[in-house]
């Protein structure tokens, strides 16, 4: 049986404590299942990739990291994740380089991302505009962060690949809650360029 089909089974209560005409209740999507072997290692090794990272930016980029504040503490997630559906402003900042001679730290501009209903229980995630879209799911997962498990879609591109279709598209990231209304994505070791890549989540207009 397939992943996809077992996040979505049905459980109910022992035959024995069970009215006749009770509900089945759905488990929620298990991101465990979903994930391929290389993007449940990337998420395994997060704290080493923001060391890594943060020291490759800070020898080049210190006045940078300082400004950034929380938004670069590894240990700012905050209580209760979940992102309300809606719209929100998004800027991505990559941190640290996988080969010499590319920069340390590298600021996008503010772009527009998107936040949905999805089904089993999580969200759908997508960026709307820029040349880098991730766009895929937020599952559950502990009391201060969810998982994202996805693809990028580049330049002009319509359409998405399918997760786990190509490693080099697949996309994998934790996402905390850093502030009353603010949020961040952390992209650890990612298959282009950078150590680590952050993207600050904040609805829109609420800067």
């Not at 009215?19 to 395994?44: G, K």
């Not at 210190?62 to 929100?88: C, E, K, N, R, S």
């Not at 800027?91 to 340390?104: H, P, W, Y």
């Not at 600021?107 to 505009?129: I, K, N, Q």
Request: glycine share 10%; charged share 25%.
């Amino acid at each position: 049986m397939s992943a996809f089909l077992l996040a979505g089974l049905l459980i109910c209560a022992g035959a024995s404590d069970r009215p006749p005409d009770a509900p089945c209740v759905a488990l929620p999507a298990n991101w465990r299942r979903r994930a391929t072997e290389d993007d449940s290692a990337r998420l395994r090794g997060i704290r080493d990739a923001w060391v890594v990272a943060l020291a490759q930016a800070r020898a080049d980029h210190a006045a940078q990291i300082d400004a950034g504040g929380i938004l670069f503490d590894p240990d700012a997630a905050m209580l209760d994740p979940q992102l309300p559906v809606g719209d929100y402003d998004c800027r991505t900042i990559k941190l640290g380089a996988q080969t010499s001679g590319r920069s340390t730290y590298v600021a996008y501009p503010v772009a527009h991302c998107r936040v949905g209903p999805g089904p089993e229980g999580t969200l759908s995630f997508v960026r709307l505009d820029g040349v880098q879209r991730p766009i895929g799911r937020l599952f559950p997962d502990t009391r201060r962060r969810m998982i994202f498990l996805g693809t990028v879609q580049l330049g002009d591109e319509q359409r998405a690949y399918r997760y786990g279709a190509d490693d080099d598209r697949d996309q994998a990231a934790v996402l905390e809650r850093i502030g009353e209304r603010r949020w961040r994505l952390v992209f650890p070791r990612p298959h282009f360029e950078s150590m680590l890549d952050v993207i600050e989540l904040v609805p829109r207009g609420g800067r």
